[in-house]
């Protein structure tokens, strides 16, 4: 069953990737498209500049399908993974013209990618396991045991460790290094507030802390500063990631299984609780902070 969760998810990244540098290269070369300000090129480079910002956008929209995976991982039969991943590339390049290109939103500030990659990703997920899963999943075990609790904290290590690195992919220099340090702090702010949180939730219900929960939720605040890198400084991704990661805890404890039982689907990695509820945090409180900037005035 693990090996196949694997394979799935491959396959449907695989699908992702071919799908967007697919629709990205035809525009590319036949519809009118600019590589945008800090990309720009001149004929003798014009290749490999437009390679390395295909290459870094599709990565991007792959990183955004295995989170929405997440919320079906293993719930759906193994040729649906196919199809996702393809409907997932083309709809990720559909939303992202209309937010960094279009430009319906005024004054949009989210160098993290908050909305276009945990928000969508996240909600996009919720929305093709409510389609896609079958309903004896509600009735299936998911008890986690000792050894894929290991592999759980595995990968919360790494990605502790590798997130601040992905949202600075497309700067470079001192903006790279004050993104990093406000992501890092965020997650540091998260990691506390979690395991504050969890800990004081399950001693009121009598049980011990959720180390799964707690291995999830100290992300929070990674995702929990995406919009607002370059409006706070270390301490303010701090804060925000304090914030983040108690509700992420909050979600997971109190607001996973009313919305489960509503929409009728099991969000089998709490994908909502963490790039859900964080991007809402993320996206809030840069309105606040910016708003209270004067910004946009």
Known sequence: MGWGVAAASILCLIAS?????????????????SVPAPLQYNEINAESVELSFLQMKAIICGITLVI????????????????VGVLFGASY???EWLINENEPLVNYVDPGGALIVHEFGAYWGMAVGFVLQEKRVFDADTTFTTHSIGWVWLSATLLFLLW???VCVAYSGLECMKAMAVCFFGGVGSAIT??????LVKSLKGKKIDSVVFAYC????L???????????????FA??????????????????PIEKFFGFVDVMGVHNLHGICSWVSMISVVILLAADGYGK
Not at 17 to 33: A, C, D, K, M, P
Not at 240 to 257: E, H, P, T
């Open 17 to 33: 990737y071919i799908t967007y540098s697919l629709i990205f290269s035809v525009r590319y070369h036949y519809l009118e498209f």
């Open 218 to 221: 100290c992300l929070g605040g």
């Open 223 to 237: 995702v929990g500063t995406s919009s607002s890198l370059f409006v706070v400084g270390k301490w303010g991704g």
């Open 240 to 257: 925000i990631g304090c914030i983040a990661g108690i509700c992420s805890v909050l979600s997971f404890n109190f607001i996973q299984k």
């Open 164 to 166: 601040p690195s992905f």
């Open 93 to 95: 390049y559909l939303a």
């Open 68 to 83: 929405g995976v997440g919320c079906f991982i293993g719930t759906v039969k193994l040729w649906q993974y196919l199809v």
């Open 194 to 199: 979690a395991f504050l949180t969890e800990f």
